[in-house]
DNA sequence: AACTACCTCAACCGCGATAGC
DNA sequence: AGCTATCGCGGTTGAGGTAGT
């Protein structure tokens, strides 16, 4: 026991346990540079940073690595966030592989910070079905709203990033097209109905390339051109995202044959 | 200006999974 | 097979900043 005290006391003296400061910052970040992550004790040990290989990696992936989308998180974020946590409920990095740039602890702190809070405020369960049905039906459409204000206000106000959205008000068709890599993908919002609201989200989810929304691309002008696929383990975030796409714009697309059940399926799997 | 309450988010902790020996 | 080290994830904490009074 004396023996276990010894080497907590030992620990807590040579590891620190406040901020990084920048010379740490720089030794990481020079070292990661020269040598690639992984390995963190070691990588600890060799950088000269008197810091567990936790401590470490937790810097790197959470603060310093390239690419990390800093400031607040957006409305088109919180959408994700709260539509993903339907799915996946809280595997934060698994949300996150979704929202690039962002942090397994972004997205938690969010949800702790946010979310939770509000569940807190109106006396729910976060997860019960009254809360779930909130978030359906109040949040997410008023998150939508917001997306919908700023894209139709500030054009010009692009946030020089892939949430770059093109929404058409009134036109029923949808509207493909390929800018700077992205796929862009309009649809009709009809306020009134709880329909149209869907069909916003999928226009704002559609953009960047490299996640899970890209698979999209095969659609064409709004119709579904393509979705026969060999190996469904692979596709399967594209085949829960294709019917709740068919679903939100059953509406508008009478014709499709997918359902409001398969919307279902894809929110709760 | 001073105090307080609240918010944000960086950082740590504990635990389970995995790899390597 | 069993042990140990390491990694990665989700949960939690608390310092610092900000808004409100």
């Known amino acids: ?3 276990e005290v010894k080497a907590t006391e030992r620990i807590s003296v040579e590891m620190r346990k406040v901020p990084w400061s920048s010379d740490e910052d720089s030794k990481l970040i020079h070292y990661i540079a020269l040598h690639g992550q992984g390995r963190w004790d070691s990588l600890a040990h060799f950088a000269g940073l008197k810091r567990t290989g936790k401590s470490c990696r937790l810097r790197w992936l959470n603060y310093l690595r390239p690419n990390l989308r800093r400031g607040k998180i957006t409305p088109q974020e919180q959408l994700l ?3 993903l946590h339907f799915r996946f409920g809280n595997r934060w990095a698994k949300i996150a592989e979704n929202l690039p740039g962002r942090s397994d602890n972004d997205v938690k702190n969010y949800w702790r910070t946010k979310v939770q809070k509000h569940a807190k405020e109106l006396h729910c369960d976060v997860n019960g079905q009254l809360f779930q049905d909130f978030l359906l039906y109040q949040w997410l459409p008023s998150l939508a709203e917001q997306i919908h204000a700023t894209a139709t206000s500030s054009s010009q106000e692009h946030d020089d990033n892939m ?3 093109e929404v058409n008000l009134n036109t029923p068709n949808f509207v493909q ?3 700077n890599g992205s796929t862009n ?4 919002n009809v ?3 709880t329909n149209s609201f869907e069909a916003e989200v999928m226009t704002v989810t559609l953009i960047d390339d490299s996640d899970i929304w890209t698979s999209l691309s095969s659609f064409e002008d709004g119709i579904i051109s393509d ?3 060999p190996d469904m383990a692979v596709y399967e975030d594209q085949y829960y995202c294709h019917n709740y796409w068919a679903s939100a714009t059953s509406e508008i697309f009478p014709d499709e044959t997918l359902c409001l059940d398969d919307m279902d399926l894809w929110l709760f799997p």
């Open 227 to 229: 979705f026969s696929s």
């Open 177 to 179: 097209t390929g800018i």
């Open 163 to 165: 949430w770059n959205t």
């Open 191 to 193: 306020v009134s109905s």
């Open 1 to 3: 026991m004396e023996m």
């Open 81 to 83: 966030i709260v539509l």
């Open 185 to 188: 993908i309009t649809c009709p």
